[in-house]
């Protein structure tokens, strides 16, 4: 090694130490500072009579929060994007309908994002159950995306921003199309495929949308759209067309305004008043009064501090009923990523629920659009083991259920799904990428000998050769006949019956009640109640099965509560698209090429 390279060994290795110093003695900083925080700090939060209740999330809703792999990730995560619980803020609202001290919710919705239809009504269910306690709800925003409006709209009162606006964008949106890139790059896709509608593939394969996946899609989104329209004119005592006039003429409305686009909210009576935010506080301290200039109320994480666990004790004399979160696009591992449903991370919990006799049943909470079809079927596997040894597994449908998200809730013993859930998408296909011509063009060649077809026909700088395109096509006719066979099987249907609802076509959940897919619509409570039933329990235990956090990740959740820090789930919102087309195209690594996604369903 000559002189110089020594130096700058040298210097590197002092640089690495100076940056681990640096971080480290940032770590030690917040870490004195949350042990000041907890032993010195000031007053703990208190419930004070004739409270609001102040919901004000800041970040993506999600069925389930995950802890970040490590201390630095956390400390790099924009505090704009944090995972919010659904279920943390149901049960808030639940514990206030009842709670002496709370006189009314303010909800501030427009930092809340990745809000779903399905989640958006089971949370105006719970709100509805406030307001028949006698208790008041007032929403204010600065700006409503439709599905935060959604919520806010069985509000008593609605208040925006003078400058504030409201825009409905409807269901639905653009994919990339990378046809002609990647035959301008020569870049060969060999695309291996079953079922008419299955159009996860098309981006690879066409510069457009096709007929098939236009009918799905479009059929999809108009019976949500309906939903979300005669729910706000039902909440807002308007007519459906005229929220629907809102949304497609948005633009004359607009005109007749001089752009003013809080005031064509007002003038289309989706909200009350526009008002500023101190002209807003003075109206809710006008109710509630105020306490140290402040008014008198308590935020959501402070209440949940204080009251999350009061109607939830667990009874040592009843059996137990266990959930288990399925989330996220399915793959083999990727555990500890919040938008990876990891195989092995559940089957691992799926088997332990299995050896518990203390379970007497399994709810599998799914919002995934599916991902690798050996994955999917490990995971199905293992809840039939379960169900072998006598207790009922019941599969409940969030915001997604479809494709691989589907074919882990084939052999249920029942399936509830929300009216808006996307599911179906009963179909299989396979991608892969070879890049002999790419490199043929910078004077690379593949060349070599075999013993096997296989030997040199599977390598991506040579080709597919026939007997490998065979193998891969018969495999995926393979898994979709597999799949037809599990919907049968689970469902009580013919295949033939089958075959009219699979091909790869989505269908929403309301749909699919109709064609057999699912067998009640609700949400979890709905599914709890059907596995008690199932499992002869007349009380029971709701356990939550998620994977226990190590030290380090409690550490982590300790920090991140203590100093406002979040649980990234997304990037800013101008990122979010380019994002989900990333996402989606990471998704295609599974190693059989063998993949149950549902394209429509990730947008």
């Given amino acids: 090694m000559s002189e110089s390279n020594g130096f700058f060994s040298k210097l590197g290795h002092r640089i690495t130490q100076a940056r681990t110093f640096a971080v480290n003695s940032i770590f030690v900083v917040i870490v004195f500072s949350i042990l000041i925080s907890i032993f010195g700090g000031g007053p703990a939060p208190t419930i004070r009579d004739n409270s609001a209740l102040l919901v004000h999330p800041m970040g993506v809703l999600v069925e389930q929060s995950v802890a970040p792999s490590n201390w630095q990730d956390a400390l790099l995560q924009d505090p704009s994007t944090a995972s919010i619980e659904i279920g943390q803020m149901l049960h808030a609202i639940r514990i206030a309908a009842t709670d002496d001290k709370i006189k009314m919710i303010v909800l501030r919705l427009d930092d809340l994002y990745g809000v779903s239809l399905a989640q958006a009504k089971r949370i105006v269910s719970a709100l509805q159950e406030f307001q028949k306690s006698g208790k008041r709800i007032v929403s204010y925003a600065s700006n409503f995306e439709q599905n935060q409006y959604y919520i806010a709209s069985i509000s008593d009162e609605i208040y925006m921003n003078p400058w504030g606006q409201m825009l409905f964008t409807g269901y639905g949106g653009n994919n990339l199309y990378l046809k002609e890139m990647l035959s301008k790059l020569d870049i060969n896709?060999?695309?291996?495929?079953?079922?008419?509608?299955?159009?996860?593939?098309?981006?690879?394969?066409?510069?457009?949308?096709?007929?098939?996946?236009?009918?799905?899609?479009?059929?999809?989104?108009?019976?949500?759209?309906?939903?979300?329209?005669?729910?706000?004119?039902?909440?807002?005592?308007?007519?459906?067309?005229?929220?629907?006039?809102?949304?497609?003429?948005?633009?004359?409305?607009?005109?007749?305004?001089?752009?003013?686009?809080?005031?064509?909210?007002?003038?289309?009576?989706?909200?009350?008043?526009?008002?500023?935010?101190?002209?807003?506080?003075?109206?809710?301290?006008?109710?509630?009064?105020?306490?140290?200039?402040?008014?008198?109320?308590?935020?959501?994480?402070?209440?949940?501090?204080?009251?999350?666990?009061?109607?939830?004790?667990?009874?040592?004399?009843?059996?137990?009923?266990?959930?288990?979160?399925?989330?996220?696009?399915?793959?083999?591992?990727?555990?500890?990523?919040?938008?990876?449903?990891?195989?092995?991370?559940?089957?691992?919990?799926?088997?332990?629920?299995?050896?518990?006799?203390?379970?007497?049943?399994?709810?599998?909470?799914?919002?995934?659009?599916?991902?690798?079809?050996?994955?999917?079927?490990?995971?199905?596997?293992?809840?039939?083991?379960?169900?072998?040894?006598?207790?009922?597994?019941?599969?409940?449908?969030?915001?997604?259920?479809?494709?691989?998200?589907?074919?882990?809730?084939?052999?249920?013993?029942?399936?509830?799904?929300?009216?808006?859930?996307?599911?179906?998408?009963?179909?299989?296909?396979?991608?892969?990428?070879?890049?002999?011509?790419?490199?043929?063009?910078?004077?690379?060649?593949?060349?070599?000998?075999?013993?096997?077809?296989?030997?040199?026909?599977?390598?991506?700088?040579?080709?597919?050769?026939?007997?490998?395109?065979?193998?891969?096509?018969?495999?995926?006719?393979?898994?979709?006949?597999?799949?037809?066979?599990?919907?049968?099987?689970?469902?009580?249907?013919?295949?033939?019956?089958?075959?009219?609802?699979?091909?790869?076509?989505?269908?929403?959940?309301?749909?699919?009640?109709?064609?057999?897919?699912v067998d009640a619509l609700g949400d979890t409570d709905v599914a709890l109640a059907k596995a008690a039933e199932l499992a002869g329990l007349e009380q029971f235990n709701s356990v939550d099965l998620r994977r226990p956090l190590d030290p380090q990740s409690i550490l982590i959740m300790g920090l991140m509560d203590s100093f406002g820090l979040t649980l990234s789930a997304s990037t800013k919102p101008w990122l979010r698209g380019i994002q989900k087309q990333l996402t989606t195209l990471a998704l295609f690594t599974d190693r059989r090429h063998t993949f149950a996604l549902c394209l429509a369903c990730t947008n």
């Fill in 189 to 517: 896709m060999h695309i291996f495929r079953v079922g008419e509608f299955k159009s996860a593939t098309e981006p690879f394969s066409r510069i457009n949308m096709s007929d098939q996946a236009r009918q799905a899609s479009t059929s999809l989104y108009q019976g949500i759209w309906q939903e979300l329209i005669d729910g706000i004119a039902l909440h807002r005592q308007l007519t459906s067309a005229q929220v629907d006039d809102y949304a497609q003429n948005f633009d004359v409305l607009l005109a007749r305004t001089s752009g003013d686009m809080a005031r064509v909210a007002l003038e289309a009576n989706l909200v009350d008043e526009l008002l500023t935010q101190d002209q807003v506080e003075a109206r809710i301290a006008g109710v509630v009064g105020r306490h140290e200039n402040e008014i008198n109320g308590i935020g959501l994480p402070s209440y949940l501090a204080i009251r999350g666990f009061e109607d939830e004790e667990y009874d040592a004399n009843v059996p137990d009923i266990g959930v288990i979160v399925v989330q996220g696009a399915i793959l083999e591992s990727g555990q500890g990523l919040s938008d990876v449903a990891s195989a092995e991370d559940l089957v691992g919990r799926i088997r332990q629920a299995r050896f518990n006799e203390d379970i007497k049943a399994l709810v599998l909470r799914v919002d995934s659009p599916g991902g690798s079809a050996y994955a999917s079927e490990q995971i199905r596997h293992e809840l039939e083991l379960f169900q072998i040894t006598g207790r009922p597994v019941v599969a409940s449908f969030a915001n997604v259920a479809a494709s691989g998200g589907y074919w882990i809730s084939a052999t249920s013993d029942a399936i509830v799904a929300e009216s808006t859930t996307i599911t179906g998408s009963i179909g299989i296909f396979g991608v892969i990428p070879t890049f002999e011509d790419s490199l043929s063009r910078l004077g690379v060649y593949s060349d070599g000998v075999g013993t096997a077809p296989l030997s040199r026909g599977s390598d991506p700088f040579s080709g597919l050769n026939p007997q490998t395109k065979a193998i891969i096509q018969s495999s995926v006719e393979y898994g979709y006949g597999q799949f037809v066979d599990l919907v049968a099987r689970g469902r009580g249907m013919d295949k033939a019956e089958v075959e009219k609802v699979a091909q790869g076509r989505v269908w929403q959940g309301s749909k699919a009640l109709e064609l057999g897919l």
